[in-house]
């Protein structure tokens, strides 16, 4: 009796426990509402198999840190069920854990799950099997797709639900998305479109998750599903209810790369500005797509032709490093918005346009603190705007936020943070620059004689719809009798995205699609004996399509060809002869990337450009906590592992050169034609992220590499990723902040106040500068973590020959070690 009677009271206060936990998610038509109450929201996307676990909480406390106030991730269908009704929920794939460690940080979470993701991911996430279930299309009103995505969406749902981590369940999870950016494809689906996206409105809603759905770009969403806006720039967006707050859930604060393209960046300045216009024009909550970009470890990344690091120039680089200034700028604004939150959720508007580009909006009510914005939209000339009687800088391209309509709080053009400068160390341990190789043949016998098919067929079949995408690679074998020896022509039609052609075992010729240009006509010599010979074609696909309206019937492979034999004027067309089908490598399937017992690896003659070869050797785990990257200059093309765990596709062996590198400047609107462009000219991917939690610390590990085009591996090397330099500069009287993220400063390269110019690595002099600058500063910042300095004549010494109208600047560089 007093047991049960305890027990009860046990449940009591755990039942009344995760009520008073339990959160009330809502909207109207200015925010969304949390137990009532109407939130600025800044969320952040991270997205959780792009990185490892153990990042997970770093990750997610610097995106706190940043001043995030939710993290938002889409789920990755093709990497859960990656065969059909066989579920992957492991390592990190483990989304409730993600969940839970957003939840742990005190934040919310935005759950997109689509299913379909775009995202730079291989397919768009949605799984390859799908294709091969009679009568599938995707993305419409269509029975076989829309039963697969129910029950995939039903699914993750029920897991969160099990885990109470909806938010009325006194979980993290305020907004989950249903389908994703269908409004731009929307049009040639025609009405199937239309009754798709009624049926998926129903279907989530009928998931009773407690808390509103979104669907992005999506101008007819249905009610109560709300419409929220991705893009570059949102502030003209207007939701289709007036009963919906105006949302941001893919604000790009970068962009992705391909093989042969360089780096783009998106400059802090300008993803602020779009960001301040966004909260002066009356949106409530944003979202940065990303907020950390990541890895597209395996064969994740989509395509065709993403590049294996996601690091998207975001906020957190792709090892989970500050980006300097974005990360400390954006900061900054975010806790300027938050200063003026009641104004922006409670007060009335009264926006100006003043001509020539410059706006100002004023929110003010009966007992609110008011709050402006002034907008400098124009892309040349800097203004000073006179407002309420005062004069206030708004360079050009900029907004300035103005607390109680009077005080500058910030502006997104002056930027105070600090700039780093990323080097990559290789004096990281031991022997790790001396690396010794060992190697392999990949075995390539049955494939090029066309030994032990799973398919066979008198046509040449599309390469996905064969291979159901378990592997890059699909062989292509024919026997030709009859021919005479000598040299004959081999042409071969295909749609991508490499292709190999080997003649009796011999390799003859290969050749990549260039970007766009997946359809191409590949011809090579080739020499053919008397009697029959083999023909083998080995098609090699880079990433598949992720994007656009029926994007998954877009072909792979030799598909319908022709293929055909050239000889003299004589043209024998192959298409229709007897093809066999093999998958991948002898590798691949024996699993010789986890370094088992039994496998023969030879030394020391260790070869170079040689196709088809697996190269291994073994390190010890780098010393310190930095990030570790693997160099693989001098390599072809190919995939790593570490340990067995596959950290991508490398291609090493293809330059930069889609794209110009221009300077940069951040006026004017971005977009991804004109992302500032770095590494022109250089390899197109030259360093691999080593996840730390793949390494084990005081054993031997183990690289191992599947080189296909040939390469060298003598140049291999792991390297750290750590601050180099710093760089700050503040006008007169504020206060200069730097620090060495994970270091210490250990040397001021430059120091000047007075009117310095040039940027970060370029500094130099200007007419004037404080004599005493340089020594007071190594003083007070030489073997710190970090220093502040408050430019001011009395700490600095007075400028000369500064005359009264010189604006003086105190600008600084620094090396961390
Ligand atoms: C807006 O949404 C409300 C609430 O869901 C609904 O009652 C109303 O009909 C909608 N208005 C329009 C124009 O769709
Ligand atoms: C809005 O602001 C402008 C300029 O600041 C002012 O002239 C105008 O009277 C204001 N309108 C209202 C309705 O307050
Ligand atoms: C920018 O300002 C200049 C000079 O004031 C003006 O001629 C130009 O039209 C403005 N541009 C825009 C886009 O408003
Ligand atoms: C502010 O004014 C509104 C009406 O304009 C009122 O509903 C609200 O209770 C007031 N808030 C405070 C804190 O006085
Ligand atoms: C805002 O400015 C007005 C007028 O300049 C002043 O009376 C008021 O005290 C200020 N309020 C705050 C909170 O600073
Ligand atoms: C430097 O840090 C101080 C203290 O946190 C802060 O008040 C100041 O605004 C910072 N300086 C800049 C330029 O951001
Ligand atoms: C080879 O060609 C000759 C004549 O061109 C023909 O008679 C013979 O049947 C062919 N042999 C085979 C195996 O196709
Ligand atoms: C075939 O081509 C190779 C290389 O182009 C050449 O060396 C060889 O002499 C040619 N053989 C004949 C029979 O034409
Ligand atoms: C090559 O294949 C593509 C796509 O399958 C087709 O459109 C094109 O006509 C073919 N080109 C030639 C030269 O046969
Ligand atoms: C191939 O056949 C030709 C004529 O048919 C003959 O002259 C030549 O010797 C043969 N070559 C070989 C290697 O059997
Ligand atoms: C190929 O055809 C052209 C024109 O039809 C002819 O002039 C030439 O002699 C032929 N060459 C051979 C090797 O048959
Ligand atoms: C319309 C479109 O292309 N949207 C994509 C924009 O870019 C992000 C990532 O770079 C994708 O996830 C979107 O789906």
Redesign the pocket.
Known sequence: MALSRLFFFIFAILASFSLLNATDVSHDGRAIKIDGQRKILISGSIHYPRSTPQMWPDLIAKAKEGGLDAIETYVFWNAHEPQRGQYNFDGNLNIIRFLKEIKNAGMYAILRIGPYVCAEWNHGGLPAWLQQIPGMQFRTDNQPFKDEMQKFVTKIVDMVKIESLLAPQGGPIILTQIENEYGNVEKPFKDAGKRYILWSAQMAEALNVGVPWIMCQQDDAPQPMINTCNGFYCDSFKPNNETSPKMWTENWTGWFKSWDSPDPHRPAEDVAFAVARFFQRGGTLQNYYMYHGGTNFGRSAGGPYIVTSYDYDAPLNEFGNLNQPKWGHLKQLHSSIKLIQDALLFGDVNETSLGNGITTTKYSGNNITSACFLSNENSTVDSTISFEGNNFFVPSWSVSVLANCSQEIFNTAKVGTQTNVMVKKSNLAQDVAQLKWQWRPEILVNQVQGKHPIKQANALLEQVSVTADVSDYLWYITSVNNLT???MTLRVNTTGHGIYVFVNGVLQGSRYALTDHFTYVFET?I?VNNGTNIIALLSATVGLKNYGAFYETTPTGVVGGPVELISGNTTTDLSNSLWSYMVGFDGEGSQLYVDGEGVRWYSPMIPMSRPFTWYKTTFQVPVGSDPVVVDLQGMGKGVAWINGENIGRYWTNIMATSKNCTPCDYRGSFNAGRACNTGCNEIGQRWYHVPREYLKAGESNTLILFEEIGGNPENVSFQGVTVGTICGSVNEKETLNLTCEGGKISRIDFASFGDPKGTCQSFTKGSCEASGALDRIQRECVGNMSCSILADESLLGVCSPCTGNVSRRLTVQATCS
């Open positions: 020896q000598g040299n010599p020499a």
